[in-house]
């Protein structure tokens, strides 16, 4: 029986990496709550499945339309 292991979170500088955007950005989402994250002590996490669902799920693309708009 092969064993699962739970998945790793990663800190905000590996997620910014990873969305290909500037960590000042991620941490600006992560206030406005329009991403998915984990306040594990005074840090931020990430699991990179919960990011990409958030990606696949058109969200992020809808929140920044909707900021634009508002310009």
């Known amino acids: ?4 292991f739970p998945e790793n979170f990663i800190n905000i500088e590996d997620a910014a990496k990873y969305l290909n955007i500037k ?3 991620l941490r ?4 406005d709550r329009k991403v998915p ?3 594990i002590g005074k ?9 990409d669902a958030w990606i696949n799920s058109g969200e992020s693309a809808i929140k ?8």
């Open 23 to 25: 960590p000042v950005t």
């Open 1 to 4: 029986m092969p064993t699962t």
């Open 43 to 51: 840090q931020w996490k990430f699991k990179i499945s919960e990011l």
């Open 37 to 39: 994250a984990h306040q």
């Open 64 to 71: 920044d339309k909707s900021e634009s708009a508002k310009l």
């Open 28 to 31: 600006k989402w992560v206030k």
